[in-house]
C-alpha cells in the first residue's frame, strides 16, 4: 500500500502484519460492540514501532493484541517519560472507515514528544499506524448511534536505564478499543467539582503536553469529584484562571453570542475545541482564546451574560455543563442549545452524514 504523500518524501513503513490466530470470535465481537462502554474492551491487534538514537524508527509491525514485555528498570515506569493521543474512526453509512483531522493529532504527538524529550514520529507515519490497524481490525469499528473506534497512540521510554536522561530507546504503539458514550448520562449535563487544593500544570510545566503525568496528577482531584457527586475536574491556574477539565477543554457562551475558551501555554491544546470553534466562527459567532477567569465565569452566571457552557473533547465529543461545586457552594449552569446543535453538527461531519467542508475527514479503510 503506497500511503504516504509524495510530497514529503518520507517512504511508507513496511509494516510486518502478524495476525492474530486467538481474535476474538465474530459472535461475541458483535456482542461487545452492541454495548461498548468506554476503554475496557480491546480490538485483535495493535501496532508496534521501534525507536533507538541509532537506528531511528525501525521494525513497524503489526502483532497480536497483548501484554508488553517490559524491563523492570525501563526509564517510563520510574520516570513517566510517556506521551499518548486519542483520536477516533467513524464508520459511516455506506460502511467505509474515516479518522478526523489526524494530522492535528499528529502533529499535537510530535509537540507533546518534544516537550518529554521524546523522539518526534512524523506525522505521515502516524497516519500510517492508524491505517494499518484499522484496516486489520475493520470489524471491531461500530455501526450505532455515536459509537465509534476510540485509537490510543502512545509512546514511552523503554530504555532499561535508571540514571535521569532522556531515553535512548522507545516504543511506538497504537490500540483502539470500541466506544460508546464516555459520560454514562450520555449527553446529558454533568456537575463538575472546582479543584481548589491542586492543580494538574503550572507555568512552564507539562500542561499543553498530552503526558500521562498530567492525568496522574488529576486523579486525587477527580476522586474528590467523584466523592462529591460530580464527574469532571475543573483546575484553574495560579491567578485563578480556568484551565480545563481533566480530560477535556471548556468553552463558555455568552449572551451576545461570543464563544470563549480560555488558551494558555498550560492547557491542551484541543482538536475538538479548534475545530468547534470553527464552526462556531462559520455561523457568525464571535470567538475568543484568552484567560478567563474564576470570576468571569461565576458572575457571568450570576447576571446571565454567561448563557451556557460545555466540555469538549475527543472522548466526551460536547456535553453540556449543568452545575459547578466548590467545597463551599453549588451553582447550577444555564442551559442553552448551542452544545447541542454544534455537536450534532461535528457528529453529522464525522459520521458523513453531512458535507465536510474543511477536508477534516481522512479515510483509513482503503
Ligand atoms: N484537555 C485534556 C486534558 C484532554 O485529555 C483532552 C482530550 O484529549 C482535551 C482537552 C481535548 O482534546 P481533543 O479535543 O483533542 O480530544
Ligand atoms: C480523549 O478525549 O481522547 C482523552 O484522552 C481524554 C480522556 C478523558 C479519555
Keep these: 500500500m503506497t500511503l504516504i504523500d509524495p510530497d514529503t518524501g518520507l517512504d511508507p513503513l513496511d509494516f510486518e502484519v502478524t495476525k492474530n490466530l486467538a481474535a476474538v470470535p465474530a459472535a461475541q465481537r458483535e456482542e461487545i460492540l452492541a454495548n461498548p462502554g468506554f476503554g475496557t474492551r480491546f480490538t485483535d491487534h495493535m501496532v508496534d514501532i521501534c525507536w533507538s538514537v541509532r537506528g531511528g524508527w525501525h521494525r513497524p509491525r503489526v502483532t497480536p493484541y497483548g501484554p508488553l514485555s517490559l524491563d523492570p528498570a525501563s526509564a517510563v ?54 491505517r494499518e490497524l484499522v484496516t ?32 535512548h530507546k522507545v516504543g511506538y504503539y497504537v490500540i483502539a478499543s470500541p ?36 492525568y496522574a496528577a488529576s486523579l486525587l482531584p477527580q ?17 485563578r484562571n480556568v484551565e480545563e477539565l481533566g480530560g477535556m477543554n471548556i468553552v463558555f457562551v455568552h449572551k451576545d453570542g461570543t464563544v470563549v475558551t480560555p488558551m494558555s501555554p498550560s492547557i491542551l491544546e484541543g482538536i475538538t475545541r479548534n475545530s468547534i470553534l470553527q464552526l462556531a466562527e462559520d455561523r457568525g459567532h464571535k470567538i475568543e482564546g484568552r484567560p478567563v477567569s474564576l470570576e468571569e465565569w461565576r458572575e ?22 449543568g452545575g459547578l461545586k466548590g467545597r463551599d457552594f453549588y451553582e447550577e449552569q444555564p442551559a442553552g442549545d448551542l452544545a447541542l446543535s454544534l455537536r450534532e453538527e461535528l457528529t453529522d461531519i464525522q459520521y458523513g452524514r453531512r458535507e465536510d467542508k474543511h477536508g477534516w475527514l481522512v479515510r483509513l479503510d482503503a
Design 223 to 239: 476522586s474528590e469529584a467523584y466523592e462529591n457527586e460530580c464527574d469532571q475536574v475543573v483546575f484553574l491556574d495560579e491567578h
Design 136 to 167: 486489520v481490525d475493520k470489524d471491531w469499528v461500530p455501526s450505532g448511534p455515536d459509537q465509534s473506534l476510540y485509537l490510543r497512540p502512545f509512546m514511552f521510554a523503554k530504555e532499561a536505564f535508571l540514571g535521569v536522561r532522556p531515553a
Design 77 to 130: 515506569l520510574h520516570y513517566g517519560q510517556e506521551v499518548f493521543e486519542g483520536i477516533k474512526a467513524y464508520r459511516h453509512a455506506d460502511g467505509s472507515i474515516h479518522t478526523f483531522r489526524p494530522d492535528q493529532n499528529g502533529r499535537r504527538l510530535q509537540r507533546s514528544a518534544r516537550r518529554l524529550a521524546l523522539p518526534e514520529l512524523p506525522v505521515e507515519y502516524f497516519v500510517q499506524s492508524l
Design 179 to 214: 466506544a460508546g458514550s464516555y459520560f454514562t448520562g450520555g449527553v446529558d449535563p454533568v456537575t463538575i467539582w472546582l479543584s481548589e487544593d491542586y492543580a494538574r500544570a503550572g507555568k512552564g510545566g507539562t500542561g499543553a503536553a498530552k503526558t500521562g503525568g498530567n
Design 300 to 321: 457571568g452566571v450570576a447576571s446571565g451574560d454567561i448563557v451556557e457552557v460545555f466540555a469538549c473533547g475527543t472522548a466526551a465529543v460536547i456535553t453540556p455543563i
